[in-house]
């Protein structure tokens, strides 16, 4: 059973706005796919690289932030009883500003289009702007657990500087004189990467993990001091970069880099308590991308091949962790949203499916497999760039994340059908 306590509707967004952002999602992923399948011989060669860089937008934005942002409409009011002021309107305006804004930006890059560019940054930046100030709304009224509060606060300020630095970088790009590039490029990823993500992944897991696998809650110990060290480190980092000193501002990161492998850490013990004991496909990811942090921290720390990284960080946490907590987030959503329409329509004679009807754990494992393989051929494909048999590995993994994105695609579309069809029954 979920532990469900202290969770409402009465203020919860109409389903379509965290769904909206949700299905649109998978499209990127495979956008992505198909890019690592026509250009496989040079994307892993080198991070910088134009496929590569429109294959991590794409992945950073259209899905991973797509997923979160829809994820965020809806925490904040079920959470901490803290709606998104005007969300239907901010919704919309966020998520086609993303949507056009991770295109034409992923395009700029693809083909070094400095129109193309410079459209994705207005877009991006008014989306995200909007989507910030908003949310930022909502983050002032809310109430519920005091250290996810924070880390959700915390995350949302480590995306207003993703955004600057990547607007900083992109002036770059385009021809601004811009000091010490280099290090403002890894400035943007550690914010977008550790702050950003990062954070909202501790801030996320001390509610869902607990919720959705019924074990402990979280130490006290690691809520109180996880987020504080993240945006510490990247405080610190920013202010060596700003001083010059990009050697010493990429240590700096260690104390966020440690605090989220202890994060990763507490979270397999936690889940292997777990009241639970059957092993759905949402604890699969969640065991992966734990593992995966930890794998990549220690690749950071022996000063690992960049391009690597980035696949485990992308392509394994960043499209794998929110993949498997779609599997939990839309049927529960869906059922949420029809029990409480069941109580307020007094249609108690309308029977309502379990979740597991809305998205089945069968299929849902056979695309886990795919990604697992998506996965290990990118990752591989990654140590043998600049080989013959590299080329053929990333275009393989390419067509596994086409794959991947498109099973998840069918499951959600399956979801969001029997939705509607229940939600006709109730009238």
Known sequence: ?????????????????????????????????????????????????????????????????????????????????????????????????????????SWGLYSNGRAWLMLGGLLLGLGLAAFVVAVGVALTRARGVPQTLRAMRFALAGLVMTLVFGLVVLAGVLGARIPGLAGWVDLHLSWALLGWVGMLIIGVGYQVVPMFHVTPAYPRWLTRLAAPLVLAALLASTTLVGL?????AVWALLPAILALGAFAVVTLVLQRRRERPRVDTTLLYWWSSMGLILLSSALWLLDGR???????????????????????????????????????AR?????????????????????????????????????????????????????GLIAAASLLAWMQWRCYRAYLDISRQLG
């Open 1 to 105: 059973m979920l532990n469900t306590a202290g969770l409402s509707l009465d203020q919860a967004p109409p389903i379509q706005v965290p769904f909206a952002f949700f299905r649109v999602a998978p499209l990127f992923a495979a956008l992505a796919g198909a890019v690592l399948l026509w250009d496989g011989d040079v994307v892993l060669i080198s991070r910088w690289s134009a496929p590569a860089l429109a294959v991590t937008h794409l992945l950073a934005l259209g899905f991973l932030t797509q997923v979160m942002c829809g994820a965020l409409f809806q925490m904040l009011s079920v959470l901490a009883g803290a709606p998104v002021p005007r969300v239907v309107w901010v919704g919309r305006l966020t998520q086609l500003a993303l949507v056009l804004g991770c295109l034409t930006l």
């Open 244 to 248: 010059g000193n990009v050697g010493l």
């Open 306 to 344: 960049g391009e690597v990284l980035g696949v485990l960080l992308l392509a394994g946490i960043g499209v794998g962790l929110p993949t498997g907590m779609l599997f939990k987030i839309m049927p529960f959503l869906s059922w949420f949203h029809l029990q409480h329409r069941q109580v307020t």
């Open 347 to 399: 249609r108690f004679d309308v029977r309502l499916p379990h979740m597991q009807v809305f998205m089945p754990d069968g299929v849902a494992q056979a695309q886990f497999g795919t990604f697992a393989a998506m996965l290990v051929l990118l990752t591989a494909a990654g140590f043998s760039a600049g080989q013959p048999w590299g080329a053929y590995l990333a275009r393989a993994g390419g067509a």
